[in-house]
């Protein structure tokens, strides 16, 4: 390899095969590409093409996939399809290539929908089980866990919880309409 020497502030381009040495750090801004070829760092490993570890913590395991889809730790964070224009952000939150317009945000929110539309579900275990329902504004931990209606608004921790089959609700606060059937 190549041994670079620098002392320069600003861009650093460097050729293949070129090689960073010394005792101190490298600090940037950013850091592009998925670190591939990264060796002989105090402290940071490359453990294949695909992931990145630095001080023994592994930071992603294919970092981004040709399906839009980012992990870290081996667990999926970023879901985005362009195709039916949904995000997914959180471990296991939503499922991006089944219906249309949805956003997810935390973990396993929406995550068992299938064909439901326009959905709007924030907060951990939020609209777990809105497989088919449109139209919802979901927001809070286990908010509308177990609903399946359309059309719902739920907001606060377990509103809504267990509402199976109910469509156009509003339930603001705290275990607001829990197990509300209608």
């Given at each position: 390899a190549t041994k670079s020497t620098f002392t320069s502030l600003g861009a650093l381009?460097?050729?293949?095969?070129?090689?960073?040495t010394g005792t101190s750090s490298v600090t940037a801004s950013a850091f592009f590409g998925n670190g591939a070829?990264?060796?002989g760092i105090a402290g940071m490993?490359?453990?294949?093409?695909?992931?990145?570890t630095v001080f023994g913590a592994l930071?992603?395991?294919d970092t981004i996939r040709t399906n839009n889809v980012f992990d870290i730790g081996g667990n999926t964070v970023l879901k985005v399809s362009v195709v039916t224009e949904q995000t997914a952000?959180?471990?296991g939150a939503g499922?991006?290539?089944a219906g249309s317009y949805n956003t997810f945000v935390g973990r396993l929110a929406g995550d068992n929908v299938t064909s439901g539309n326009s959905n709007t579900i924030m907060?951990?275990?939020a609209g777990d089980d809105v497989v088919t329902g449109?139209?919802?504004n979901i927001f809070g931990n286990f908010a509308y866990f177990n609903g399946t209606g359309s059309e719902n608004i739920a907001q606060g921790s377990n509103a809504l919880l267990d509402g199976v089959g109910i469509n156009r609700n509003v339930a603001i606060g705290y275990d607001a309409g829990r197990g509300y059937t209608g």
């Open positions: 381009t460097m050729a293949a095969n070129a090689a960073i070829a990264l060796t490993t490359n453990t294949s093409p695909s992931s990145f930071l992603a395991t952000v959180g471990a499922n991006v290539d907060g951990a275990r449109s139209d919802n």
